[in-house]
């Protein structure tokens, strides 16, 4: 493909635009091929670091089984796998699916809203009530597949490579993991996440094909004015919010209703704070989203310190994966700070968006981990990169050399 991507640009040298996009095909061809040669091994916390397995959940299990399963091991998703019934069983596929953990809840959490039409007593906690309505907590995952409550599940063998998993990231809009196999058809051995991606995109950081990308100012890609975040008043309920979040599956910025100023978030990674915290569930029609960002800090104390302080890329499918400091601190990112700026924010808080303020702390945007990585997937990345010296070693890497301007295969 390099070759071929060199022959073109060579038959088609010219002046203007041409000159332009084909200098602009040469590069991406030419990060393509270095980022072909990085295996998914290599992305931080890939593979999970003792040989336990994944948690995993039979398509017949129940949701009250599968929330428990996650809530216990700490775990933000689990696998679905299927009992396969056939002499040939260990050569077939069993994981089948993928479940978050946040799903799972927001769903329940609908669910409830439905049939509880009596206040909720002061002293039940979420997963009890769940068990006094049986048609809820006893739901197969199975049938869940018809709400679309299964996320995509497209897995990378060991041997993959990071422009595989970017491509999958970049272009599968709901796809958030990409379970890690030792082959097509073995069990789960590691995950990887779009933090995990963008924590070895910087370890790149000073070198001159992520700088040229990575120090433009967020005013200068589309997604900064084309994507508008959801937002939420500061004194709405945190039902209220919980609604909205089980119907866009994205952070919600909280906003003071006097100031219209952001003060907080609501993300699916706070939620297991409504199993650490009876109080949360009991009273969530009558708390404010206001007091939920006050009172996080409390509720999450309960988290170990062991818990929250991993090294990055360690334990990244963990369901408590931030510090206790940060749950319900957005992260924030100006539009003249650089992506570098807003990648560095979102890996340190383990948060899947930023949101863009202005100077007086007024939303305007929105970046999401999925926006940063379709900028470096190839063919997605600009075009106006014209490469540098780094990229001789990487074409090296790759098994490629440039003379007199044609890309040749080593």
Sequence with gaps: MAREAASKATASRGSGAEAVATAGEYWSEALKSFLDHIPVSSVPGALQPTASPAVEVKLEGSVLGALDAMYSSNAEGTVIVDVVQSSFGKYVDRDIGFVEFSSLVLWALEELGKVDSEPTDSTSDFLSSLKQHHQIAETKIAWLAKLFLWEPFFPVRTHDTLFHAMLLFSKHHRLNVAPVVESMNSSVIGFVTQN????????????????????????????????????????????????????????LAVIDRKTSCLIGSIQCSDLYLFLDDSSLFSKRTTTTLEEFINLNNKADS????????????????????????????????????????????LT?????????????????????????????????????????????????????????????QI
């Design 196 to 251: 995990a991606v963008m924590e070895l995109l910087l370890q790149s950081s000073g070198l001159e094909w992520l700088d040229k990308i990575a120090d433009k100012q967020l005013s200068e890609f589309r997604f900064a004015y084309v994507r508008k975040p959801v937002s939420v008043y500061s004194d709405q309920t945190l039902a209220d919010g919980l609604h909205i979040l089980s119907k866009e599956k994205m952070g």
């Design 302 to 345: 309960k988290c170990s310190t062991a818990e929250n302080s991993s090294a990055p890329g360690q334990n990244i499918l963990a369901l408590r994966n931030r510090q206790p400091s940060m749950v319900g601190q957005p992260a924030t990112n100006l539009k003249s700070d650089t992506l570098k700026q807003a990648m560095e924010k």
């Design 348 to 408: 340190t808080s383990r948060s899947s968006c930023s949101f863009i303020v202005d100077e007086h702390g007024h939303v305007e945007g929105v970046v999401t981990t999925r926006d940063i990585i379709s900028v470096f997937s190839p063919p997605c990345m600009d075009s106006r990169i014209d490469g540098g010296t780094f990229f001789l070693a990487a074409l090296e890497q790759a098994g490629c050399r440039v003379e007199n301007g044609q890309m040749i």
